[in-house]
């Protein structure tokens, strides 16, 4: 069973910076790929960025030259550089998994990812 922990969420000022991480406890994280997704209060839930088996990244154009995906497979974990954050920013981030067929398979759909983190909270303010 796959486990996501979320880590890394809290309060910060407009301007500031966060990092997110998602630790997966598949055996062999290299063969996921991993999205982030976020929903604030009464919006339905959006993607964020994904990166890729081979490391391509994704970004939804929101968040596109602020924020950062990378990946530690060494420490079966991702990260969510998050800089410039605006209040708009604020949201539940979720951390999500797939194991695709191929090296390159990404998706911007939530739907499309076979397991979930619990999320974690990161509010920005005015």
């Known amino acids: 069973q796959v486990q996501l922990v979320e880590s890394g969420g809290g309060l910060v000022q407009a301007g500031g910076s966060l990092r997110l991480s998602c630790t997966n406890s598949?055996?062999?994280?290299?063969?996921?790929?991993m999205g982030w997704f976020r929903q604030a209060p009464g919006k339905e839930r959006e993607f964020v960025a994904t990166i890729t088996r081979s490391a391509d990244t994704t970004y939804a154009n929101s968040v596109k030259g602020r924020f950062t995906l990378s990946r530690d497979n060494a420490k079966n974990t991702v990260y969510l550089q998050m800089n410039s954050l605006k209040p708009e920013d604020t949201a539940v981030y979720y951390c999500a998994a797939k194991m695709p067929y191929g090296s390159s398979w990404y998706s911007r759909m939530g739907h499309e990812y076979d397991y979930w983190g619990q999320g974690t909270q990161v509010t920005v303010s005015s």
């Open positions: 598949g055996r062999t994280f290299s063969n996921y790929a």
